[in-house]
T-cell receptor
Framework: NAGVTQTPKFQVLKTGQSMTLQCAQDMNHEYMSWYRQDPGMGLRLIHYSVGAGITDQGEVPNGYNVSRSTTEDFPLRLLSAAPSQTSVYFC????????????FGNGTRLTVT | GENVEQHPSTLSVQEGDSAVIKCTYSDSASNYFPWYKQELGKRPQLIIDIRSNVGEKKDQRIAVTLNKTAKHFSLHITETQPEDSAVYFCAWTGGGADGLTFGKGTHLIIQP
């Protein structure tokens, strides 16, 4: 049982490049989400999904896209990377959105130059 | 989501002493309050959680108390040890589909 798996662990992009952060979970969780973590800012929600085929925006969605074609996978796409997107990104999943704990992946450290 | 105010941002205690971190939330509909511990370079991990129908929950040296009237909840760590050094995040959910809102974190330092 791997839990939540994120790839890659580290990534360096140039401004304007695009890329996809991968996230997969094997716990059959309906709810999945993406957070970014910046120093002194805590964890801020980018996008979330309550099930396959359903996605919605969180607190800081600009510059990011998501899709949820299967229960297991929830990739995060950066459309045109900007230095302001330099951050650590965490994918997380849980049984439900409202009263169960989040299980986090190990994170992706992204640097945009 | 609504704001969560977390205090203090940094807390330094002597090994063996107690540590208390407090969070205040704004939405009276909130019903789930977890605490996460994040060690340097690692992912956040759940250490304890409490639901709105309970006032206190304990797990060995860790406890969480909830005051729904005042809209605040606190993490208590007793007999602190060096391995307790980490950043701690409170969070809450108001029952909406957007899940957890996190506080900005408390850096707990255990002095030997």
């Amino acid at each position: 049982n791997a839990g939540v798996t994120q790839t890659p662990k580290f990534q360096v992009l140039k401004t304007g490049q695009s890329m996809t952060l991968q996230c997969a979970q094997d716990m059959n969780h309906e709810y999945m989400s993406w957070y970014r973590q910046d120093p002194g800012m805590g964890l801020r929600l980018i996008h979330y999904s309550v099930g396959a085929g359903i996605t919605d925006q969180g607190e800081v969605p600009n510059g990011y896209n998501v899709s949820r074609s299967t229960t297991e996978d929830f990739p995060l796409r950066l459309l045109s990377a900007a230095p302001s997107q330099t951050s650590v990104y965490f994918c997380a999943s849980s049984v439900s959105s409202y009263n169960s704990p989040l299980h986090f992946g190990n994170g992706t450290r992204l640097t945009v130059t | 989501g609504e704001n969560v105010e977390q205090h203090p941002s940094t807390l330094s205690v002597q090994e063996g002493d107690s540590a208390v971190i407090k969070c205040t939330y704004s939405d009276s509909a909130s019903n789930y309050f977890p605490w996460y511990k994040q060690e340097l370079g690692k992912r956040p991990q759940l250490i304890i959680d409490i639901r709105s129908n309970v006032g206190e929950k304990k797990d060995q040296r860790i406890a969480v108390t909830l005051n729904k009237t005042a809209k605040h909840f606190s993490l208590h760590i007793t007999e602190t040890q060096p391995e307790d050094s980490a950043v701690y995040f409170c969070a809450w959910t108001g029952g909406g589909a957007d899940g957890l809102t996190f506080g900005k974190g408390t850096h707990l330092i255990i002095q030997p």
